[in-house]
């Protein structure tokens, strides 16, 4: 089964409520907490890394005030309480591991049964990516987002034996961008009223001239 692979990326899981997908006793447990160690206790020891994808909250969904937040309903069946059984099992396997905790996904392929697929929620505006240690962050991960940091999790030497949480966030713009941007309007704003003056002095339209020079040349 193994032969001859070095890397591997587990991303498996089920829905974390009763679903269709519980069919054949593919619960939390089964899948999250038995999948995992069966598939890691079949691994040969030459696998050189080991990338598990996991969740946000699987340290702290019985605790205050998590508990009274979202990862209280989100393992209301147990499945953050088996990811971090399985987090545990890959962490003592002797296997090269990184773990990526991404938030609440985002963005297709939409095959869970929550209000993210029902909507068809995606990244928007989120474009940008916080990363954290600690299970301290919470919010949604775009899947492109949580497919890329695996890829990267797998060449970058120094995450190894680290666990990550991402969550995709708003794009902020440093303050040397912002008073770059602000600078160029004002250039811009002046550079428009420069040329409404040119014209009413000169009595020419300025500006209709200067279209003529800078439309775009058919083909």
Excluded at 34 to 43: E, P, W
Excluded at 59 to 66: A, D, R, V
Excluded at 182 to 197: E, S, T
Aim: charged share 20%; hydrophobic share 40%; with cysteine.
């Amino acid at each position: 089964m193994f032969e001859g692979v070095t890397h591997v990326i587990c991303t498996t899981g089920t829905t974390a409520f009763p679903s269709k997908r519980w069919d054949g006793d593919n619960t939390p447990e089964r899948v999250d907490w038995d999948g995992v160690r069966n598939f890691v206790s079949a691994m040969p020891q030459t696998v050189k890394r080991l990338v598990l994808v996991s969740s946000i909250g699987v340290t702290k969904y019985n605790e205050i005030p998590w508990r009274l937040r979202i990862c209280s309903i989100m393992n209301l069946f147990g499945v953050l309480k088996y990811k971090k059984m399985a987090e545990d099992f890959v962490r003592n396997s002797g296997i090269p591991f990184t773990i990526i905790r991404p938030g609440r996904l985002t963005d297709g392929p939409y095959t869970s049964y929550d209000l993210n697929t029902l909507v068809k929620a995606t990244a928007g505006e989120r474009r940008a990516v916080e990363i954290g240690q600690g299970d301290k962050l919470v919010g949604e991960a775009s899947r492109l987002v949580v497919a890329e940091a695996c890829i990267q999790a797998l060449d970058i030497e120094s995450t190894q034996g680290k666990i990550y949480e991402i969550s995709s966030v708003k794009v902020l713009m440093h303050a040397s961008d912002v008073m770059l941007t602000c600078a160029l309007n004002l250039c811009l704003h002046c550079l428009f009223i420069f040329i409404l003056l040119f014209s009413w002095t000169h009595g020419v339209n300025f500006v209709s001239q200067l279209a003529l020079h800078i439309r775009p040349c058919s083909k």
